[in-house]
């Protein structure tokens, strides 16, 4: 059971158990509902009539209902969000049942789109740098950089922004080292399953070549679906020592979180250009999180991302300048298209 790692700093909100609430499935139905209409950030700029569903969803509940059949209903109603930061599960462990809003979607399909095999055995010199690269299903990989066999082109593909005990991100200034020479640089963050804000801000600033407002995030703090405090700026300042060459950046509708929010720094500048599919819409990471009375935890997150003009990348995700998706049977035979457009183009 894996979720979107996020923009992690979900327990920011975690709440105890309420004596007012019941263990019943409609006392649970209506909690979750509840927390959902009182706390949830996005309901604007997704276009969810709540009422709606719960006029949908209610009628389905009663208290016959087995444990699985509950969480189908919650999670039907829950999965209209499209929000992998919308999550339910039942108990701990590989018995239990495991939602994330969306997850099943499209982003399920944009993970066969993309192998890191792949770039490595077809498409990267020998000697490129790895963390700990080994079956892809075995090991979490830090990062990867290189240069693209017979071209002077570098790459570096990032999977995740997680922290690490041995602060990975900063070896991106070593990787830079090794790779000023280049003529330009692929950052691919296709499938990326997020993270925290921390990393993903430090490795966008060795990116960013101009310092605009990017965007703003306001957490909900009222009864209406509309109430928010005043939005935070956030900004891209460059590091001292950015590569500011021309950047080609890859990503998927798996990308997901924190690098969503990555991307949003490096969407603002003009040196880098987005090619691949929307990402996957799934930027407040700072959540609500409980646990339910019949054990279950459920959390949503409470705050809104928003561009300078006030529209929102929430429901929407990142846009490529440059749309277009591999074919998961040319993955399979070794082919990455979008990659190969990306080297094209530098």
């Excluded at 004596?19 to 909690?31: G, H, L, M």
């Excluded at 090991?139 to 017979?150: D, L, P």
């Excluded at 070896?171 to 950052?187: C, F, H, K, M, S």
Aim: charged share 25%.
């Amino acid at each position: 059971m894996k979720y979107a790692t996020a923009l992690l700093i979900m327990c920011l909100f975690t709440s105890c158990i309420k004596d007012d609430i019941e263990s019943n499935n409609t006392a649970i139905f209506d909690a979750i509902w509840q927390e959902m209409d009182a706390k949830y950030g996005g309901f604007g700029v997704r276009d969810i009539d709540w009422e709606e569903s719960y006029q949908i969803y209610s009628p389905r509940v009663s208290d016959d209902l087995s444990n699985i059949e509950l969480f189908k209903v919650c999670t039907e109603m829950l999965d209209v969000f499209d929000d992998q930061h919308i999550f339910l599960s039942t108990e701990e462990g590989q018995s239990g049942l495991g939602f994330s809003s969306g997850k099943d979607g499209d982003e399920t399909l944009a993970e066969k789109e993309f192998s890191l095999k792949n770039v490595i055995d077809n498409y990267l010199e020998p000697g490129f740098f790895n963390d700990n690269f080994g079956d892809e299903e075995d090991v979490e990989i830090q990062f990867v950089y290189g240069r693209i066999s017979g071209e002077n082109i570098g790459y570096i593909y990032f999977p995740h922004f997680e922290p690490s005990s041995n602060d990975w991100h900063k070896q991106i200034d070593d990787a830079l080292v090794e790779l000023i020479d280049t003529e330009g640089i692929i950052l691919d963050v296709r499938n990326n399953s997020g993270g925290f804000p921390v990393v993903d801000r430090y490795v966008a600033k060795r990116f960013m070549k101009e310092e605009f407002h990017t965007f703003s995030i306001q957490t909900r703090n009222g009864p209406l679906h509309t109430d928010f405090d005043e939005p935070t700026k956030y900004f891209s300042t460059p590091s001292e020592n950015a590569y500011t060459k021309p950047i080609i950046s890859l990503i998927n509708k798996s990308t997901v979180s924190a690098g969503e929010e990555f991307m949003l720094y490096l969407e603002s500048q003009e040196h880098v250009t987005v090619l691949g599919s929307r990402t996957s819409n799934a930027f407040s990471g700072v959540s609500f999180e409980r646990f339910l009375p019949n054990g279950w935890r459920f959390g949503m997150p409470v705050q809104l991302y928003t561009y300078p003009d006030g529209s929102s990348p929430e429901g929407v995700g990142i846009i490529p300048d440059i749309e277009m998706k591999n074919d998961s049977i040319d993955v399979i035979n070794g082919i990455d298209r979008i990659l190969e457009e990306a080297i094209m183009r530098l």
